[in-house]
């Protein structure tokens, strides 16, 4: 059920994307799975490099168990995953960034990406699906003056109810 599309949803304006759903939802009693292949890309021996994009869900999502998306890497014959988004699904159903993923390992190769997505049963698909949109692998680095060091309940910062904290993520 992959196919690019003009769609309007998570806040922008209508925009073309790569999505997953039959137009309005993923309820389909025959294909509860699907991939989504880039052609060969090589990476250059001189990175590192970083593989990033945005993206849209609005599928059942509770844990790695349940509607999943997968972003895998063909290098030498088989698809292993990169990462799985699980636990990111938003009230207010924003498009997100997946921020930098480490292509280092693979400097040097001809590899291809699949964004892979399994309802897995036929439970809860009414949701608008995924939509993958700005897939680019680029040199650009994480950005290095980003220092987060409370990133466990032992180093958390207190907020106090009914009060305004001011930061930058």
Same mark, same amino acid.
Request: net charge negative; proline share 5%; glycine share 8%.
């Given at each position: 059920?992959?196919?690019?599309?003009?769609?309007?949803?998570?806040?922008?304006?209508?925009?073309?994307?790569?999505?997953?759903?039959?137009?309005?939802?993923?309820?389909?009693?025959?294909?509860?799975?699907? @991939?989504?292949?880039?052609?060969?890309?090589?990476?250059?021996?001189?990175?590192?490099?970083?593989?990033?994009?945005?993206?849209?869900?609005?599928?059942?999502?509770?844990?790695?168990?349940?509607?999943?998306?997968?972003?895998?890497?063909? @290098?030498?014959?088989?698809?292993?995953?990169?990462?799985?988004?699980?636990?990111?699904?938003?009230?207010?159903?924003?498009?997100?960034?997946?921020?930098?993923?480490?292509?280092?390992?693979?400097?040097?190769?001809?590899?291809?990406?699949?964004?892979?997505?399994?309802?897995?049963?036929?439970?809860?698909?009414?949701?608008?699906?995924?939509?993958?949109?700005?897939?680019?692998?680029?040199?650009?680095?994480?950005?290095?003056?980003?220092?987060?060091?409370?990133?466990?309940?032992?180093?958390?910062?207190?907020?106090?109810?009914?009060?305004?904290?001011?930061?930058?993520?």
């Amino acid at each position: 059920m992959w196919r690019y599309a003009s769609v309007e949803m998570g806040g922008r304006g209508a925009t073309q994307a790569w999505v997953y759903n039959d137009g309005t939802d993923t309820i389909d009693p025959n294909w509860r799975a699907g @991939d989504l292949t880039s052609p060969p890309i090589s990476i250059p021996a001189n990175g590192p490099y970083y593989l990033r994009f945005a993206y849209y869900a609005d599928v059942e999502d509770g844990g790695s168990f349940w509607d999943q998306r997968r972003i895998q890497i063909l @290098d030498g014959g088989k698809f292993t995953d990169l990462i799985q988004l699980t636990e990111d699904k938003h009230v207010e159903q924003l498009w997100l960034d997946s921020g930098p993923i480490s292509l280092a390992r693979y400097a040097g190769k001809t590899i291809r990406l699949r964004f892979h997505f399994d309802t897995v049963d036929e439970e809860r698909n009414a949701g608008k699906g995924w939509a993958i949109d700005n897939i680019r692998v680029t040199k650009d680095a994480p950005d290095s003056s980003c220092v987060d060091k409370n990133n466990t309940p032992a180093t958390a910062q207190s907020i106090a109810l009914e009060s305004t904290v001011t930061g930058t993520i």
